[in-house]
């Protein structure tokens, strides 16, 4: 994953003249071991941001939106998730539901799919 799928930065919002910010971004987190926690983010948003501003260059407004997000704990960045184990198998396990219920319901279940 890079840095711009792991902040979700939308390309397609970002100007021509804001291209130079993204690139030292990317560098900046690639510099700093590619951290996904979110106070490392900051501190690379913040380098960022900083380093953009004393050298002139245009920032995605999304880099200082992430950031006081990040800072005030509104948003989180989505890692890729395991898949979650298929809910017949966690449900076929339980002591509580009797078997055959279980595959019943299976069975109902994939013959209503099948008729869709």
Do not use: F
């Amino acid at each position: 994953m890079n840095i711009e799928g792991l902040l979700k930065i939308e390309l397609k919002y970002v100007a021509d003249n804001e291209q130079r910010a993204l690139e030292l971004l990317g560098q900046i987190w690639e510099r700093q071991g590619r951290p996904t926690e979110r106070l490392k983010l900051i501190a690379v948003l913040r380098r960022t941001l900083d380093v953009c501003e004393r050298n002139g260059y245009s920032y995605p407004k999304i880099l200082l939106l992430r950031k006081g997000e990040l800072t005030r704990g509104e948003w989180q960045p989505r890692h890729s998730d395991p898949p979650a184990p298929a809910a017949s198998a966690s449900v076929r396990e339980h002591s509580a539901i009797p078997k055959e219920w279980i595959e019943q319901s299976e069975r109902n279940r994939r013959r209503e799919l099948l008729e869709k």
